[in-house]
Structures are given as structure tokens and as C-alpha cells.
């Protein structure tokens, strides 16, 4: 397989590899570094990469797994040939590059089966009219006078003051 190249600005994007090689091999993908050995880069954030056999995945399926799980749109996925997968799976996100470009040179044991782009969310919005969405929409309150508060202070520490007095001419 020739190298696959990851750009430094890339975001959302999925590599599904089929893994030929035995269970035991595969589960030791999951070790700290051993995806970065057979993809031939150094440096990938494990929590962005995962080893799973299909089985694991249940009636879900890869299909299932990809539109349910990662958010890729249906219409790039082929669900005849995701359902004829089996085995062992490696799924590296664009996250585990850490925004960084890298040449991947993957095992000969891995086959791609695809890239895939996960559905951006659109934070464009249309104009919202409500009345209440209006600049300076909001009920204005009365005026807040400051007088009654500091009344209340000032007869407290008078309060105050003649407790502790009273309390002085007691002792003395």
C-alpha cells in the first residue's frame, strides 16, 4: 500500500482498516504505540484510535458503528460491502494526528477500506423575529434607589452601638 497522506488542517476525518492477522496481533494494537508502529507514524493520541473486532459490534454493524457512532452521512457508505467485513477493525479519527501532517505507511496486514467525513455541525442560524430577540426588548425595571439600604445599615450599627454600650455600663 503507498503512503496516505494526512494534512495538517484536517478535521473530521475517518480511515477504516480490515486487519489480516490474528486476534492475539491485533488486540496488541490497542497498546500505547503499537498504532503508531503499523501505520508507520509516531505520535497518535490512542484515545483517537480504535481496535475492535466486528463481532463486538453486534447487530449494529460497521454501518451502524459509522452513521450511529461517528456521524458519517449514509451516502458514503456501501452497506453490502461494510456488512461483509469481518474480523479485527483499526479506526484512526483525524483527532489522533493531533493537527500535525503525517505520511502514513501502513502494514502490509492493514487494508483501507475507506476514508470517511464525519457530518459538521452547522451553527449557521437563521434571523430569529421574535419580539423578545429585539435589542432593548427586555422589560426595563424601576430605577433600584439606594437610600432604603443604607437607611437600614445605619440603624443596624446604631443598634449595634447601643447593645455593646448597654452592655459596657453593665459591666461597669
Given at each position: 500500500?503507498?503512503?496516505?497522506?494526512?494534512?495538517?488542517?484536517?478535521?473530521?476525518?475517518?480511515?477504516?482498516?480490515?486487519?489480516?492477522?490474528?486476534?492475539?496481533?491485533?488486540?496488541?494494537?490497542?497498546?500505547?504505540?503499537?498504532?503508531?508502529?503499523?501505520?508507520?507514524?509516531?505520535?497518535?493520541?490512542?484515545?483517537?484510535?480504535?481496535?475492535?473486532?466486528?463481532?463486538?459490534?453486534?447487530?449494529?454493524?460497521?454501518?451502524?458503528?459509522?452513521?450511529?457512532?461517528?456521524?458519517?452521512?449514509?451516502?458514503?457508505?456501501?452497506?453490502?460491502?461494510?456488512?461483509?467485513?469481518?474480523?479485527?477493525?483499526?479506526?484512526?479519527?483525524?483527532?489522533?494526528?493531533?493537527?500535525?501532517?503525517?505520511?502514513?505507511?501502513?502494514d502490509r496486514r492493514?487494508?483501507?477500506?475507506?476514508?470517511?467525513?464525519?457530518?459538521?455541525?452547522?451553527?449557521?442560524?437563521?434571523?430569529?423575529?421574535?419580539?423578545?430577540?429585539?435589542?432593548?426588548?427586555?422589560?426595563?425595571?424601576?430605577?433600584?434607589?439606594?437610600?432604603?439600604?443604607?437607611?437600614?445599615?445605619?440603624?443596624?450599627?446604631?443598634?449595634?452601638?447601643?447593645?455593646?454600650?448597654?452592655?459596657?455600663?453593665?459591666?461597669?
Amino acid at each position: 500500500m503507498s503512503d496516505l497522506v494526512v494534512a495538517s488542517h484536517e478535521h473530521g476525518v475517518i480511515r477504516l482498516f480490515a486487519l489480516d492477522m490474528r486476534p492475539e496481533e491485533a488486540k496488541f494494537l490497542r497498546e500505547p504505540g503499537a498504532a503508531d508502529q503499523i501505520l508507520g507514524v509516531a505520535g497518535l493520541d490512542p484515545e483517537q484510535v480504535d481496535v475492535f473486532p466486528v463481532s463486538d459490534l453486534e447487530d449494529l454493524g460497521l454501518y451502524g458503528y459509522l452513521t450511529e457512532g461517528c456521524d458519517v452521512s449514509a451516502d458514503q457508505l456501501d452497506h453490502t460491502a461494510l456488512d461483509a467485513i469481518d474480523g479485527w477493525v483499526l479506526v484512526v479519527h483525524s483527532a489522533a494526528f493531533r493537527g500535525r501532517a503525517a505520511a502514513l505507511r501502513p502494514d502490509r496486514r492493514l487494508r483501507l477500506i475507506g476514508l470517511y467525513t464525519e457530518e459538521a455541525t452547522s451553527w449557521a442560524g437563521g434571523r430569529i423575529e421574535t419580539e423578545s430577540a429585539k435589542p432593548y426588548s427586555a422589560p426595563q425595571s424601576a430605577p433600584q434607589n439606594d437610600r432604603p439600604r443604607r437607611m437600614g445599615s445605619a440603624v443596624l450599627v446604631l443598634l449595634i452601638l447601643l447593645v455593646i454600650g448597654g452592655a459596657l455600663w453593665l459591666i461597669l
